[in-house]
């Protein structure tokens, strides 16, 4: 079992106070203040929001984009415990903590978007369920979800306080909560896409398709890896830390695979329905279709080998790519190839512009803080 | 090597959500059909004068405020249905609009409000129940006490109508109920009530597809009867007089009203019944001298996009069976995979 003797995760340490979180807190403080206004004013105070586009960013990008990215925790996790890959492990508690950032803030970001936010309860009241609605099936396994990754998150919080009892105890048990932990993401990550479904005609034939619940799947499970590419990258540099090349040549390697498969679906998909030659006219909509595919067949030219991979600066561009690809898929969808007729369009307000801004900053600032205090990242080698 | 083989089980096991919705029993979900004693209204755009009375009498019906477009703020002037707009009729123009109902160099009207879709996509979207379509007459009902206001039902009515009061901390969502507000008085939709040509008429759907067709078999410029208000069924019309007084409300639970039908000739119709099957039909039907195309009515196929989202939705939920299968295969990898050496027994650097 030498592929378990990894580097147990340690407090990062340092002040808490610094530029990065000065500039985080600053934006979660206008984003309060934006919240405030609209919940006393309204949606339509702050909001460019209209009934041709009912949703706007804080929908599409800070939960469904937002969630898809906070899919590194399922993404590792599964790796690690389903395919039973444990020396990605160094991975899973860092991945975890940004997935249980990223989904109670889209949680928290459904509300702020909720026209009537105090009937909300409705949405778990027996008498009151829809259960044909994909929006039900969408909030129950994202509240569920959100409980799970809390629970699975808890051993750092047990060992910070020197609960090794209760530790054990739930260790015991942690198998089931894994095992949920990775149902639930596939069944509401699979769902955001089926949540277009029934929009039916409004949505641009290119994205449009039965099959959108597989290629939400697929993306996120590739936006999850993609985020842990980022993530390690970024984390290593602001903490100075060496990165941990060894682990994500051979995920990236998995992750390529994924897009491999996404990609076989997504054009299959397109061809078999006989729509790509909607994607050749001069439109922004097939526009938007290339770029959004270019984004995920690039990184084969990027990482496609295993040099490349060993390239810290190629993986952080690859990640970023499929991130964006992912996320252009969604806002595609969602935004760009939705048409309700004419007289309606959408562009994001700043203060939309500043709240999404401000649920990104409150992830950074959290994770800082957490990072800095609690064991979630591994301890470096003392070697350097 | 048995790290290949949990691989390849895990493999199976974590597709299993999405290869597996071929093998399970696939539990498609057909298209609604409106319900035998669905009401709705039939719109004809020949008939229509563009009076606008239907809309001042929605307005004081559904207790809306006025909405205004022009700077002098004098007269209600909405440009499209809105969280306070139930209905409206817009104008198509084209050329030097000499001819009525004409689709060059003419002009005509559309009457704008909810279809009451025989298989709503409101209702399917609508996570909380707070849409709902009425078992008996069809109505798509709208209970503000239960919508959250998450507006996924206005993004996905083709029709564009369920719309939301974006200006109001409390808004809720506003659209046509066929004025089932005043239904228990006797009285039937304010538009159709006061509509002076009969353009828009209330009754049930059957009778008033029936009423369409009639219409459409004629030969345009010969002279029919047109009813007005309500269409009356043969049956009730028979009895018309003969138990009914003045005022009351007769055996159907409609006020009774003298009878207005008139004559008049017949217009140069699409030969198409809007509604008739559009996503599984509508209890709302149209009529027009102009593509519906032209008029702002959607083409849309004769299945609804309701039915093929709980398709997709029943597939892969129905019964909860393929999550729990899924979990079943997901717990046993999972078990065998959750290494005790995750416990921290001995493990350095816990007292920070």
Redesign the interface.
């Known amino acids: 079992?030498s592929a378990?003797h990894h580097a147990?995760p340690?407090?990062v340490g340092g002040p808490l106070l610094n530029k990065v979180t000065f500039i985080a807190g600053t934006l979660v403080a206008i984003m309060a203040a934006i919240l405030l206004y609209r919940?006393?004013?309204?949606?339509?105070?702050v909001?460019n929001?209209?009934?041709?586009y009912?949703?706007g960013i804080w929908i599409v990008v800070d939960v469904m984009i937002g969630s898809a990215f906070a899919c590194g925790g399922f993404s590792v996790a599964?790796l690690?415990?389903?395919?039973?890959?444990?020396e990605y492990h160094p991975l899973v508690r860092p991945a975890l903590l940004a997935s249980l950032l990223g989904y109670t803030l889209a949680g928290a970001g459904?509300i702020f978007?909720?026209?009537?936010?105090w009937?909300?309860w409705?949405?778990y009241?027996p008498w009151?369920?829809?259960p044909?609605?994909?929006?039900?099936?969408v909030?129950i396994c994202i509240t569920l979800y959100i409980v799970v990754m809390w629970i699975e998150f808890a051993?750092v919080f047990l060992?910070?306080l020197?609960l090794?009892d209760m530790?054990?105890k739930l260790?015991k048990f942690?198998?089931?909560v894994?095992?949920?932990g990775?149902?639930l993401p596939?069944?509401h990550q699979?769902?955001l896409g089926?949540?277009w479904?029934?929009?039916?005609?409004?949505v641009h034939p290119l994205w449009q398709t039965?099959l959108i619940?597989?290629l939400f799947?697929l993306s996120a499970i590739i936006m999850g890896y993609a985020v842990v590419l980022f993530e390690s990258c970024i984390a290593s540099s602001a903490y100075r830390r060496s990165i941990e090349v060894s682990l994500l040549n051979p995920m990236a390697r998995i992750m390529l695979g994924v897009v491999a498969a996404y990609l076989a679906v997504r054009l299959g998909d397109v061809i078999f329905r006989g729509v790509i030659g909607r994607s050749f006219a001069l439109s922004l909509e097939g526009l938007m279709f290339w770029l959004e595919m270019a984004c995920f067949i690039a990184p084969f030219f990027l990482i496609g080998r295993e040099v490349q991979r060993r390239n810290p600066a190629r993986l952080f561009v690859a990640g970023i790519l499929l991130m964006l690809g992912g996320s252009l898929l969604r806002l595609n969808g969602f935004l760009i190839g939705?048409d309700?007729?004419a007289?309606f369009s959408y562009f994001p307000s700043l203060s939309e512009i500043l709240v999404t801004a401000g649920m990104f900053a409150t992830e950074v600032f959290v994770y800082v803080i957490v990072t800095r205090r609690f064991?979630v990242l591994p301890?470096e080698a003392p070697a350097h | 090597m048995s790290s290949r083989r949990d691989f390849l089980k895990g493999a199976l096991a974590a597709t299993g959500a999405m290869v597996g919705a071929g093998s399970t029993v696939v539990q498609a979900r057909d298209t609604y059909t409106r319900p035998p004693e669905a009401m709705g209204l039939l719109y004809d755009a020949t008939l229509c004068v563009g009076c606008k009375a239907c809309m001042a009498a929605c307005k004081e019906a559904n207790n809306n405020p006025p909405e205004f477009n022009t700077v002098d703020h004098l007269w209600d002037t909405p440009l499209d249905t809105t969280g306070y707009t139930f209905n409206i009729i817009k104008m198509y123009r084209n050329g030097t609009m000499d001819t009525k109902d004409a689709e060059v160099n003419g002009y005509a009207f559309m009457k704008t409000s909810c279809m009451h879709c025989a298989d709503p996509s409101c209702v399917s979207a609508c996570p909380v129940s707070a849409m709902t379509k009425n078992p008996e007459n069809g109505i798509v009902e709208y209970n503000a006490d239960k919508c959250i206001g998450c507006r996924y039902c206005v993004a996905a009515c083709p029709f564009g109508i369920p719309k939301y009061q974006y200006d109001d901390p409390l808004g809720r969502i506003g659209k046509c109920e066929l004025c089932r507000h005043r239904h228990k008085d006797g009285n039937y939709s304010a538009c159709a009530e006061v509509c002076p040509t009969g353009a828009t008429l209330f009754g049930r759907s059957e009778d008033l597809l029936a009423e369409a067709k009639r219409r459409l078999a004629l030969k345009p410029g010969t002279v029919t009867k047109f009813p007005r208000g309500r269409l009356r069924p043969a049956t009730e019309r028979m009895l018309q007089g003969k138990e009914d007084g003045k005022g009351q409300k007769n055996r159907h639970g409609w006020r009774d009203e003298p009878d207005q039908t008139y004559e008049g000739s017949v217009g140069k119709y699409v030969q198409h019944v809007y509604g008739e099957k559009e996503y599984g039909g509508t209890q709302v039907l149209k009529l027009s001298g102009v593509t519906f195309e032209k008029v702002g009515m959607p083409n849309l196929p004769p299945y609804s996009s309701a039915a093929t989202s709980e398709t997709i939705q029943h597939t892969l939920y129905g019964g909860l069976l393929m999550p729990i299968a899924v979990l079943g295969a997901l717990t046993w990898v999972a078990k065998r995979n959750v290494k005790p050496d995750d416990d921290d027994a001995g493990k350095p650097g816990d007292k920070s």
């Open positions: 079992m378990q147990v340690e407090p919940f006393i004013f309204g949606l339509g105070a909001t929001l209209s009934d041709g009912p949703w599964m690690v415990y389903i395919f039973n890959k444990g459904v978007d909720l026209g009537r936010w009937n909300v409705n949405m009241w009151s369920v829809n044909n609605s994909v929006m039900f099936e909030a051993p060992e910070k020197g090794k530790k054990r260790n942690l198998f089931i894994i095992a949920l990775t149902l596939m069944m699979s769902s089926t949540l479904v029934v929009l039916g005609t409004q039965p619940p597989a799947l939705y309700t007729g007289g064991p301890r």
